[in-house]
Structure formats: C-alpha cells, structure tokens
Nanobody, 124 residues
C-alpha cells in the first residue's frame, strides 16, 4: 500500500551535484526504513544508501561515503539523496525503496516497495 515516486535526476558534469527526491504515499511514512539503490547500464543493481525509520542511523556504500547524504522529511513523506562531487561511474538509474522488515540495510530482498527510478548521467 506504499507508492514511491523518484524525481530530480538529470545530466550533470563531473564534480557537480544533484538532489534526488522520493515521495511516498499510502501507509505511514515513519513505519519504513528507506533506501536508495542504483543500476548502471549493463550492470547489476547495487546498494547506495539507507536511513532508519527513526531517521538514524544512516548507511552508505563505500563508493559514495563523503559525497552522498541521505535524509528524510516526515512532514513531506519524502526521502532525499544529496549527491555531491559526482563522478562518471555514478551514472545509473536510481531507485528508491521502502521496507518494514529487519536485516541488513543493503540487501534488496528486505525491501517491500520500489519506485520506477530516475536517471542520473554524469559526463566526463
């Protein structure tokens, strides 16, 4: 009963920034851990970041630590991914996901709901 809609993707030069948004509707937003995953063209989907249903702690893939920040706004039922210092290898389709289950934050199988994705392309 949760619908997720991503937005904010686009084309940016290396070193630039983008802010992705994921708007949630349906069940109470605060009941869900939220995660971001990405899938580069021709490659497998991979974990990017996650945030606990309470707002902390947060988790990041090693490849994005120090550059990306995940946050959530309960009043707007929205989770964000602020991406700074973008690199060409960040180019991918980015997905928002939600879960009520417990377990490792980076595992796709623990997430109940998924958005349709938003494309991020970083040029050299």
């Amino acid at each position: 009963q949760v619908q997720l809609v991503e937005s904010g993707g686009g084309l940016v030069q290396a070193g630039g920034s983008l802010r992705l948004s994921c708007a949630a509707s349906g069940r109470t937003f605060s009941n869900y851990d939220m995660g971001w995953f990405r899938q580069p063209l021709g490659k497998e989907r991979e974990f990017v970041a996650a945030i606990d249903r309470t707002g902390s702690p947060t988790y990041y893939a090693d490849s994005v630590k120090g550059r990306f920040t995940i946050s959530r706004d309960s009043a707007k039922n929205t989770v964000y991914l602020q991406m700074n210092g973008l690199k060409p290898e960040d180019t991918a389709l980015y997905y928002c996901a939600a879960r009520t289950a417990y377990g490792g934050y980076k595992f796709e199988s623990t997430y109940n709901y998924w958005g349709q994705g938003t494309q991020v392309t970083v040029s050299s």
